[in-house]
């Protein structure tokens, strides 16, 4: 299991509110079919593997394109851990046992 966490920013939109942008990325994630959570700060991704991974940081990025940005900037940061399988949740649930 591959995650990443993504952040999708359009450059020179009219207004200060980019949630128009935000949404258009998470429904091109929805038609890719690939499992992520969105937060305040950007949107996490999981995937099998990094070509499932990479097709899906592009539909997205492309996707605030075509929502009327004419510059996007994308911050991808990816955690691909090869000796066992983990899920996102896995993560989670693994720090708040060690919270008690």
Do not use: W
């Not at 937060?39 to 009327?68: R, W, Y």
């Amino acid at each position: 299991m591959i995650s990443a966490e993504l952040t999708v920013i359009p450059i020179g939109t009219p207004g200060s509110s980019l949630s128009k942008y935000v949404a258009a990325a998470l429904a091109a994630l929805d038609e890719a079919e690939i499992k992520y959570q969105l937060s305040g700060m950007g949107t996490l991704l999981e995937a099998e593997n990094p070509d499932e991974l990479f097709c899906a940081i592009k539909i997205a990025h492309e996707a605030v394109f075509k929502a009327g940005s004419q510059r996007v900037v994308t911050s991808v940061k990816i955690d691909d851990r090869r000796d066992r399988q983990r899920t996102m949740a896995d993560k989670v649930h693994s720090v708040e046992k060690k919270l008690g």
